[in-house]
């Protein structure tokens, strides 16, 4: 397949390494890089790590800790075998001289390797993010080069990321001074009365958008239509008595959990304090 028709998927887990990785930093250093780890199937590059490589630009030259790196892909493969080499990060918002030398690295330990750039100066009030592919360039016989080419770059996630990104959120807008260190998670049914709240409100927005389109106050949108189809389809059909019966039967398992899970909690204290009672 060819590296232009690559897509590369990026987990917020990566995106915290680098600007932890960043903030780090030497005093002296400029740019931070490091290694991508993930998958690649069907043409889509899933980067669900990575890791930090120490290193310093000169002018001429690039000096990078090639065995640290090393080291540090042998000891992630031990935790995560399924993660492999996919490409490399860098912080900045460009593509720099130094890049094709790094990138040939690379090159030789995965097939078209991905380049991803992340913006943590914060350019235009956002962390960019970019994705590049390099390719080769020249004549037969004569001199050859590589062109950075970008190609689509997406930020995708797992249900416990996107659970720990709700969580994070919940500090947005809040100044420093009484923002607080940590946000400790919700209690399951709490979680379930949040999202019934959330569900509602975007259910409520939909109608209004079908009332007017058919009231002809909004233009239709095609695109809408079909995910509005498709999400109808997707929703199985049952009768309200059908429905309630199966959401009453999912909460008692639901608080059949909690109280097990407390009773059990209890025990364990119980134990414990009887354990370590002083003998008579």
Known sequence: ???????????????????????????????VIGTLLGSV????????????????????QVEAELSYALDM?????????NESVVGWWATGNDVTNHSSVIHEYYARECN????????TSLQGGRMGLR?????????????????????????TSYEPETFGLKLLQKTVGVSPAHRPKTVPPMLDLAQISEA????????DLILKYVDDVIAHKVTPDNAVGRQLLDLI????????????????ANVRNLLL????????????????????????
């Open 1 to 31: 397949m060819s590296a232009l028709n690559l897509t590369v998927r990026v987990h917020p887990v990566v995106l915290f390494q680098v600007v932890d990785a960043f903030e780090r930093r030497n005093a002296d250093s400029h740019r």
């Open 257 to 280: 959990v909690i109280t097990l899970s407390q009773l059990i909690k209890t025990q364990l204290q119980l134990n414990e304090k009887l354990t370590f009672l002083p003998a008579a």
């Open 196 to 203: 019934s709240t959330k569900l509602q409100s975007l259910l």
């Open 73 to 81: 892909y042998d000891l992630n493969r031990k935790v995560n075998s």
């Open 131 to 155: 994705a590049y592919v390099c390719i080769q360039l020249g004549v037969p016989g004569g001199k050859s080069g590589c062109m950075f080419t970008p190609i689509p770059v997406e930020l």
């Open 41 to 60: 199937d069907k043409g889509v590059v899933e980067v669900t790590n990575c890791f930090c490589v120490p290193h310093k630009e000169h002018d001429d």
């Open 233 to 248: 389809h997707s929703v199985p059909h049952m009768t309200h008595e059908q429905f309630t019966q199966m959401f009453n």
């Open 112 to 119: 078209n390797p991905v380049h991803l750039t992340v913006d």
